[in-house]
């Protein structure tokens, strides 16, 4: 991959998240298990992914008296993409002040052209030009939900547009970068190649599946 490239996309290679990473991997590994793990790793994306936002100064009182804060000064839109995005919105909501606002995108891979096909969305007409959107996906392949979200954005002229997921192929970075090439990209493993029927390989699967035990 293009050095130039790589400046977009951060890897989180923290040893805690890798080792969440394979437990995500294992085919062995059980449904309760993979949603608690997916949790636990959405978590550490969600706090990568979100380093850069600005903050301004705010006071508070400890127990023992006044000490200086902060309080995040963005404008942040979380972006899950149905249905597997979902529990990297729980995370990033969860990390977050409550002013963050979260925006569904219902997309689904046909099984056999591999094109998303949009099913959900409900977007305002506008967002303030400071917005900053984090599109959620755990999984990005040829790369086309992923597009398919941030084009949403793109139109809506926000600041900037993060893409987070646990993986992502080498054809899926390479595809949405080409559109979109102000994107940044944080996932936790960049994965070999992916296979005739558009799955990441080595991957983990079907991220939704696994996730929702269908
Ligand atoms: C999966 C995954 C991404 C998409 C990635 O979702 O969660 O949204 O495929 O593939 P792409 O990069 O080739 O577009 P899917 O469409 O299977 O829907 P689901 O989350 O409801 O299972
Ligand atoms: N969607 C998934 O859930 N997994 C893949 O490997 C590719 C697309």
């Known amino acids: 991959m293009k050095s130039s490239t790589m400046t977009n996309v ?3 290679d923290h040893p805690l998240s890798q080792q969440i990473l ?4 294992d085919y062995q590994t059980p449904t ?3 949603r608690r793990r997916a949790a636990q790793l959405s978590h550490f994306l969600a706090y990568e992914a979100m380093r850069d936002l600005n903050m301004r100064e705010s ?3 400890t127990p023992l008296g006044p000490a200086k804060g902060v309080v995040l000064s963005d404008y942040v839109v979380i972006a899950p993409i149905l249905r597997a995005g979902l529990i990297l919105a ?3 909501q969860d990390i ?5 606002r979260v925006y569904h995108i219902g997309l689904k891979r046909d099984e056999e052209t591999l094109q998303a096909i949009t099913y959900y969305t409900k977007l305002p007409d506008k967002l303030p030009s400071e917005s900053h959107v984090y599109v959620l996906d755990p999984m990005l392949a040829t790369g086309g939900s992923a597009a398919a979200a941030i084009a949403m954005f793109a139109r809506l002229e926000v600041k900037t547009i993060h893409l987070v997921s646990f993986l992502a192929a080498p054809e899926g970075i390479k595809a949405v970068l080409e559109k979109f090439p102000d994107l940044k990209i944080t996932t ?3 994965d070999d190649h992916l296979n005739e029927n558009g799955y990441i390989v080595p991957g983990l699967g079907d991220a939704g599946d696994r996730i929702f035990g269908t």
Do not use: D, K, Q, Y
């Not at 394979?22 to 991997?25: E, F, I, K, P």
């Not at 977050?96 to 963050?100: C, D, E, I, K």
């Open 59 to 61: 006071g508070v009182e």
């Open 188 to 190: 936790a493993a960049i």
């Open 90 to 92: 729980e995370a990033a």
């Open 22 to 25: 394979t437990r995500l991997r």
């Open 96 to 100: 977050m002040p409550s002013t963050a």
């Open 10 to 12: 951060h890897v989180v």
């Open 32 to 34: 309760s298990e993979f």
